[in-house]
């Protein structure tokens, strides 16, 4: 089993930043690529941002892509979302996932249905 909290969320004004983290816990997720989602109300789940196991490669959402970066700690079983100039649009709630298949090569997936454990998410409220 594995645990994945979020944490960082709040209410920012436009133009503003925030550094979201996952910190995982239960089996180790050092090995498996993460994933950052985020549903905003009334609409569904769309994909972020995703990270390989070692942290060397990424991939973004074209529409965060230039304004978010995402990183991770393997040594504090942690992931974080770096969001800079935040829209209103990017408020939803924000949540971390992991990868079904460790060690992944080749693409970094941005399916739901690849992930299979989730956090309980955390808000993200950006005011224009």
């Known amino acids: 089993q594995v645990q994945l909290v979020e944490s960082g969320g709040g209410l920012v004004q436009a133009g503003e930043s925030l550094r979201l983290s996952c910190a995982a816990s239960?089996?180790?997720?050092?090995?498996?690529?993460m994933g950052w989602f985020r549903q905003a109300p009334g609409k569904e789940r769309e994909f972020v941002a995703a990270i390989n196991w070692s942290g060397g490669r990424t991939t973004y959402a074209d529409s965060v892509k230039g304004r978010c970066t995402i990183s991770r700690d393997n040594t504090k079983s942690t992931v974080y979302l770096q969001m800079n100039s935040l829209k209103p649009e990017d408020t939803a709630v924000y949540y971390c996932a992991k990868d079904k298949i460790g060690y992944r090569v080749g693409y970094l997936p941005a399916s739901i249905s690849e992930y299979d454990y989730w956090g309980q998410g955390t808000q993200v409220t950006v005011s224009s």
């Open positions: 239960g089996r180790t997720v050092s090995s498996y690529v």
